[in-house]
């Protein structure tokens, strides 16, 4: 090997197309890149793992793997944390004479856990005189980019205001850059589909490495060992896979805006698990569907009610990043030491579907049955749990991540302490959802609720949402939702 080269440390952005800090380095080394991802134990460890995520996530990373090998690329994954997996890759590089790399490259990251992490390796990499280069991927603007107010660093508490500054400084030349660069990416992404591909890297581990003990590969190791854990079929995975979904999405978004709230409807983009990932881009996603300001007449109602969303994402890793207290607690400190019930039965009982509300009954079977749940319906089960059985918001949360394919901090966080009223610009504490009504209101026909719980097939949709539902198999409500709105709203009122 001739020259120098450097390693890209693949996190959550596992694509090619449009990574934008990937792309840097090709180009700066002439394709002399190789490609590494660390399972870190830590978070394997984490109290909220997901068997059924973390195989969808290595889904990805094996099908990233087979696209870099397409390019004459190549990646590593190993079985160990960040600087003890480079550890191990300097020690080997050591034994065989082999120069270090000139640079590692990253994406950033904003969770707690990561900010430490990163600021750590940078540490060390400069230690051993290694020079690194990290940049922005999973989100269109940072959350140090948007500032409240002139002071640097302080950080919006409620949507409406981040938003208008958002969408300002979106339409700014530096941003929509941005924007163009994922824009020519969706070309590359297409020619990958039919197998077109460039050769654009010149370098692999085995080409770099000399020595007898080569470094091993655990993906499939990881693959068939955490298979035996999973409990739901598995979606496709990959970039191609999430751009075929953007492809379908692309003629529902039109009518995103009245689509969006009926979970018998296929109305929403069911990207989110993608965009966990990284396997595609936000960027990519606004381009495809040119999304623009409302300001702009090209743009219609669902186009702008999709964009606000994709802000709404942003706000919650903004808020996570600027807040970072709100993963183990309430944003809000008057609402801290809230005297939950936490009633273990009802809680089993909201888990397994078997509440006797059928609209929380198909959610939280759909969850169980798919790993993903219709955002309506979140808002639903969300709002049950903490305001009709009194329990806590973070049992709520640990399970959704638990269970959901798309789990993810930030925005997983900032949905539950929305529906708890404890959050950041959340809906009030008095704003309670009638689960029958909501039944009613959203899926009118009952499509949803009896797909899901089919032993009310045979039932009328006035029959079950009703309130009063007759069924040897189905249970009857395990509370009253009128007295436990009452329960709620003085235990709130009491803070």
């Not at 990233?64 to 300097?90: H, N, S």
């Not at 169980?368 to 709002?383: D, E, F, L, P």
Request: net charge positive; charged share 30%.
């Amino acid at each position: 090997m001739k020259g120098p080269y450097a390693i890209h440390w693949f996190r959550r952005d596992l694509r090619f197309a449009g990574n934008e800090i990937l792309d840097w380095s090709i180009k700066k080394h002439q394709g002399r890149v190789l490609g590494l991802f660390c399972f870190d134990k830590l978070f394997l460890s984490r109290k909220d793992f997901s068997h059924n995520r973390f195989q969808f996530f290595l889904e990805s990373l094996k099908s990233l793997k087979k696209d870099l090998k397409k390019m004459g690329g190549d990646l590593l994954l190993l079985d160990t944390g960040p600087q003890e997996a480079f550890e191990e890759i300097f020690k080997v590089l050591k034994k065989d004479n082999i120069e270090l790399p000139t640079f590692i490259s990253w994406n950033r990251d904003y969770e707690p856990f990561a900010l430490k992490r990163d600021r750590k390796m940078i540490s060390y990499f400069k230690n051993l005189e290694i020079s690194t280069y990290n940049g922005r991927d999973h989100l269109i603007l940072e959350p140090h980019e948007i500032n409240k107010g002139s002071r640097d660093g302080e950080g919006y508490k409620v949507y409406t205001p981040f938003y208008n500054k958002w969408l300002q400084k979106f339409e700014e030349e530096s941003i929509q850059k941005r924007i163009i660069f994922q824009k020519n990416s969706l070309g590359l992404i297409k020619k990958m589909s039919k197998g077109e591909v460039t050769k654009c890297f010149s370098l692999t581990w085995p080409k770099l490495l000399k020595s007898k003990n080569k470094l091993p590969d655990y993906l499939d190791k990881y693959i068939d060992k955490n298979k035996k854990s999973v409990t739901i079929p598995i979606p496709k995975a990959g970039t191609a896979e999430a751009f075929k979904l953007l492809q379908s999405f692309h003629s529902k978004v039109e009518n995103y805006t009245l689509d969006r709230d009926y979970p018998f409807l296929k109305g929403t983009s069911g990207l989110s698990v993608f965009l966990k990932n990284g396997s595609i881009s936000t960027g990519q996603i606004i381009s495809y569907l040119k999304l623009h300001s409302p300001d702009d007449k090209g743009n219609s109602q669902g186009k702008f009610t999709f964009l606000k969303e994709i802000v709404w994402r942003e706000f919650y890793y903004h808020v996570l990043f600027h807040f970072p207290h709100v993963e183990k607690k309430s944003f809000k400190e008057s609402y801290q030491n809230i005297p939950w019930e936490n009633n273990k039965k009802f809680f089993k009982a909201w888990k397994d579907g078997l509440t006797g509300f059928p609209i929380v009954d198909a959610g939280m079977r759909q969850l169980k049955q798919t790993g993903w749940m219709h955002n309506r319906v979140r808002m639903i089960v969300a709002s049950f749990l903490t305001k009709d059985l009194l329990i806590d918001w973070k049992w709520g949360e640990k399970y959704f991540m638990e269970e959901l394919l798309d789990g993810d901090l930030a925005p997983n966080n900032g949905g539950w302490q929305w529906a708890a009223s404890t959050g950041c610009d959340s809906q009030p504490y008095f704003r309670i959802f009638n689960p029958w009504s909501q039944g009613q209101k959203f899926d009118p026909e009952a499509h949803y609720i009896k797909k899901y719980i089919p032993e009310l097939k045979e039932l009328s949709p006035k029959e079950i949402h009703s309130g009063k539902i007759f069924h040897k198999s189905y249970p009857q409500p395990i509370v009253d939702h009128k007295i436990q709105r009452e329960k709620a709203l003085k235990l709130y009122k009491e803070l």
